[in-house]
């Protein structure tokens, strides 16, 4: 349709809307304003955007432009995409990358991408990153912001060599720029004489990518000592703060980000029969999700807390029901539930540890200051058992679309 038939078509679209009864007048998308339309397309979820970029010339230079490509990405996404990446040690060309839409409701299976050389038993999710251990005596890391990404960025070596470190991002809503934070993660050399009985054991070392290079920052509290690593803690970013958090005795402490200082080890555990429990950030808010064991019975119950920052008072916001938390009760057909978490925006997703063919996810929705709860279309893998299912959520750049 050339432009002389769509301006008749818009004519007279206008002339059959008319005037009505409330002197209201229908009117073609050409008469919408390049500063209305940059308004409306900020707001429609983005494999809807990613469509209407395609459907006209006008709109395109509009959704491709940096103004608004900038602008987008300042705008909090309550729907965080969940990820998830199952590892095989055995056959690493079966390592596979899977994608839940929120807004469509559906997984999205991702095209194999390489994997670079690394220790694949050190693959683990963070809130916005997906990471494994590299190079000499693991001195490095190669991570991805989204499984969108096709190539595995990398950084230059730590000063320390690290196992199984907690790790952070800090992303930049304006641009590429983003920062990692890693802290602990150093094994202890049992050798007398060894070089590695002079190493910090609590260190913290942050990288900076437009710099490309890493800083030294202060060391964890000394009250940490001995749990230091990933499968001992949690960690989340939120308003300006690193925290680290036991996920069995429930200690914590912040990194302030801005002042380079600890805070003093507190600890925070609202049920005390907790088994374990995790630590998430939701649009600058701290919220913990935990597995404890109801009284008089003893039955598992999994529970949500809102946490205030600065006193760490906690309010109790919902119970995951029983038929969606028995999902997560181990193979062997025991009682313990094994899960994970991962939050950002106003979703919170719960994902089980277990090798099954079809993974059990349950989504938090915390919208408004009450909680909501819904199981995700199963995801088969069609078979493929994996070694090891690693996590994590991230909201999307538009430019990794278009």
């Not at 969940?82 to 839940?100: E, I, K, M, S, T």
């Not at 690193?242 to 003093?264: H, M, Q, T």
Request: charged fraction near 20%; aromatic fraction near 10%; include cysteine.
């Amino acid at each position: 349709m050339d432009d002389e038939e769509q301006a008749k078509d818009d004519d007279e679209e206008e002339e059959a809307g008319g005037a009505g009864e409330e002197g209201w007048k229908v009117v073609g998308w050409r008469s919408l304003t390049d500063d209305l339309l940059e308004l409306l397309f900020a707001r429609i979820p983005l494999t809807a955007l990613v469509r209407a970029s395609a459907a006209c010339k006008v709109w395109h230079s509009i959704i491709t432009s940096p103004f608004f490509l900038n602008l987008h990405a300042r705008l909090p996404q309550r729907h965080p995409w969940f990820f998830l990446y199952g590892v095989n040690h055995l056959l690493p060309a079966r390592n596979q990358g899977y994608a839940f839409n929120p807004d469509s409701g559906k997984w999205l299976i991702l095209p194999p991408s390489p994997s670079p050389v690394m220790n694949m038993a050190s693959l683990a999710g963070a809130d916005g990153l997906l990471y494994g251990m590299a190079g000499l005596m693991q001195c490095k890391l190669f991570y991805k912001l989204n499984l969108m990404q096709t190539e595995w960025l990398e950084t230059p070596a730590m000063t320390n060599s690290r196992e199984s470190p907690i790790v952070g991002v800090i992303k930049d809503c304006s641009s590429d720029a983003h920062k990692l934070i890693v802290a602990g993660g150093i094994e202890e050399s049992e050798d007398e004489g060894d070089e590695m009985n002079d190493v910090d054991l609590l260190s913290v070392e942050m990288y900076d990518s437009v710099s490309n290079t890493w800083e030294i920052c202060p060391s964890l509290p000394a009250q940490l000592q001995g749990c230091t690593t990933r499968h001992w803690m949690t960690s989340a970013i939120c308003n300006s703060k690193f925290y680290v958090f036991d996920l069995y005795e429930g200690s914590i402490s912040a990194l302030d980000l801005n002042r380079k200082i600890w805070s003093p080890v507190k600890y925070l555990r609202p049920a005390t029969t907790m088994n374990y429990s995790y630590l998430v950030s939701c649009h600058d808010q701290l919220y913990l999700v935990g597995l404890a064991s109801s009284e008089p019975l003893g039955m598992l119950c999994l529970k949500v807390w809102k946490i205030d920052q600065l006193t760490l008072e906690y309010k109790e916001l919902g119970l995951m029901p029983n038929s969606l938390l028995f999902g997560f009760d181990s193979e062997e057909g025991g009682k313990d539930a094994s899960f994970r978490c991962v939050g950002s925006g106003e979703y919170i997703y719960i994902f089980g540890l277990g090798r099954r063919e079809e993974h059990v996810i349950v989504l938090c929705n915390i919208t408004s200051g009450r909680v909501v709860w819904h199981e995700l279309p199963r995801l088969s893998t069609n078979g493929h058992r994996f070694d090891n299912v690693v996590g994590f959520c991230s909201s999307l750049d538009l430019r990794a679309f278009l």
